[in-house]
């Protein structure tokens, strides 16, 4: 039996998983939250767990947030918190973006802005470029994804293939 993946299904395929990526990125676009939906929790952290793309933390006034990484390219905004047990912070965040982790009950709220003292520690122009720079990888790919789907498509219906063993002939009664 041929590889699909050669076939007329891996060129749906690819026509199909290009164009669910660039749809992806324009959903991850979307949810970007603007500053006016955006909450202010304030207060020292008192606990924090990190992992490879986040860092989840809890304020004295039992706030829970996670700031991901993709947010903060160059580190200050996880520094900034990992160093918040000796000063308080503002933390901005969505309170509609939630998730759970395994280690620790309840939900934790999207961090976009840390800011100390008053002054930011990045923008939430400069969270929403690194966010954009991040999900451009998914349009890119899915760009690529769909163009060379696409290409096979027509490439599969320009020259069909014939579905029958040696070129198009019925296979002998004759056992061989």
Known sequence: MKDWFAGERGAYFFLLLGIGLIALFGVLEYRFPQAAQLETARGRVVWQQETRGALYFRLAD????????????????????RDAALYPVAVQFLRQQKTHIGYAP???????????????????????????????????????????????????????????????????????
């Not at 039992?62 to 918190?81: E, F, I, S, W």
């Not at 899915?142 to 696409?150: E, F, L, P």
């Open 62 to 81: 039992d706030q829970q947030l996670v700031l991901y990484a993709k947010g903060d390219a160059d580190g200050r905004q996880r520094q900034t918190l």
């Open 106 to 176: 309840g939900d934790f709220y999207t961090a976009y802005v840390v800011a100390v003292g008053g002054k930011e520690v990045a923008t939430l122009d400069a969270v929403r470029a690194a966010w954009r720079r991040d999900n451009l990888f998914a349009l890119v790919m899915g760009i690529v994804a769909a163009v060379a789907g696409a290409w096979r498509v027509w490439m599969e219906r320009a020259n069909p293939r014939p579905r029958r063993a040696g070129g198009g002939r019925p296979a002998s009664r004759r056992s061989r």
